[in-house]
């Protein structure tokens, strides 16, 4: 497998402020396990290679003023950065909290911000009341707060565009907050840091076993001197190993006898365990792990690529501009698009194919007599994406 890796130094920001323990725990996981951070980097970055474009019912694009946010989205970040932000924190933490920056006008927005999840606050406005039969946003969140620089920003429920991850447990006004797609992930993650651990100190003290002495005299075994035992101790400790920084070698006038008590790291299958949890995040996340596996062949990396757009980054991509568009009240859809996207377009290329074959089929049997003009059609409908 070869992780692949994103340098956000934007995170900082984000993570000056106290966290609770969840959120410790979730953002030390995406900081300190390659293979969860590799995931979650890769979706972010294809997330953000998308288009935005806004159609109407019958998928007619139209050139819309907001669009132009999605190439400046603010002062600070480009789209890709903006939306890698996005992204990232919200696979952390299972929550996304946009600003959107306007004057009187929704429709007229001036800026898009990410707020830090961490350690935001959804204030209820229901005092105990039942939520069910709320129909405005505003009867159900007084509003938000973030923390900042060592300080609190405050805004209404109309400043805030809240997406969260599925939330399964509604007391105490957990409903209003979503949960992190890591908490079930927590021993996967901590499974590959022993195991790293574990190969790590297998590697940098290399030399597991017994220094013997074979010092003799005429009457037997001459003992060694407990200064001098210790420092043979210190030195096997920190000066012998297989990093380039120590000696592989030993040189002493002592009368030494080596018996390893080595461990085979092969039959310990660290990385068996390793590659386990490795699918088990995968899975958790919608990414199909063939894609960073380098064993994978081309062809199914190509057939997993489609996939990881099809059923994870288009829906996702396309959930959170509708939120937007909701927020602005935009009459159009805003539609992610990935026309210059290669991969999906050999796909479509290949159901092109497809299509025109059956319909030089079907038409073939129909002038032959041996399938009438309906059971054509509906026999073409099955070719059709």
């Known amino acids: 497998m070869t992780p692949t890796f994103i340098p956000l130094e934007w995170m900082n920001a984000y993570i000056s402020d106290g966290l609770n323990a969840n959120q410790k725990k979730f953002l030390n996981l995406y900081l300190s396990v390659p293979e969860l951070q590799a995931v979650i980097n890769y979706k972010a970055r294809i997330f953000a290679g998308m288009q935005v474009i806004a159609v109407d019912d019958d998928n007619k694009e139209y050139n819309l003023p907001q669009l132009d946010l999605f190439h400046n989205p603010n002062p600070l970040q480009n789209f890709k950065e903006f939306a890698t932000q996005y992204y990232v924190l919200r696979a952390i933490m299972g929550n996304g909290f946009i600003h959107p920056v306007f004057g009187n006008d929704k429709k007229a927005v001036r800026a898009l911000w990410n707020l830090p999840p961490m350690n935001a606050k959804v204030i209820s406005a229901t005092n105990q009341l039942i939520p069910f039969n709320m129909t405005e946003i505003e009867e159900l969140i007084k509003g938000y707060e973030f923390q900042y620089n060592g300080g609190t920003l405050e805004y209404s429920p109309d400043e805030i565009i809240h997406y969260n991850d599925n939330q399964v447990q509604f007391d105490n006004n957990k409903i209003l907050f979503g949960d992190s797609k890591l908490r079930p992930l927590v021993q996967a993650c901590e499974n590959i840091q022993h195991a790293y651990e574990a190969r790590g100190i297998l590697i940098y003290n290399a030399a597991l076993g017994i220094l013997s002495n074979e010092t003799t005299d005429g009457q037997g075994t001459v003992a060694m001197a407990p200064k001098d035992k210790a420092q043979l101790q210190t030195d096997m400790k920190e000066e012998y190993g297989l990093t380039k920084q120590k000696w592989q070698v030993i040189l002493t ?83 992610s698009d990935w026309s210059h996207i290669s991969v999906l377009q050999i796909d479509k290329e290949r159901a092109s194919k497809s299509i025109n074959w059956a319909a030089t089929g079907l038409a073939k049997a129909k002038e032959s007599g041996l399938i009438n003009e309906s059971d054509a059609a509906e026999t073409f409908k099955k070719f059709l994406p």
């Not at 039959?267 to 995040?281: A, P």
């Not at 994978?296 to 099809?310: I, R």
Request: charged letters at 25%; proline letters at 4%; glycine letters at 4%.
């Open 253 to 335: 006038n002592a009368a030494l006898k080596w018996q390893s008590m080595a461990v085979d790291v092969g039959k310990l299958k660290l990385f068996d365990e390793v590659d386990h949890d490795f699918r088990t995040i995968a899975g958790a996340h919608s990414f199909p792990p063939e894609i960073l596996q380098t064993d994978s062949t081309y062809e199914n990396k190509q057939k997993a690529l489609v996939q990881l757009y099809q059923e994870a980054i288009i829906p996702e991509a396309d959930e959170w501009l509708q939120g937007l568009a909701n927020w602005m009240g935009i009459d159009k859809r805003l539609k």
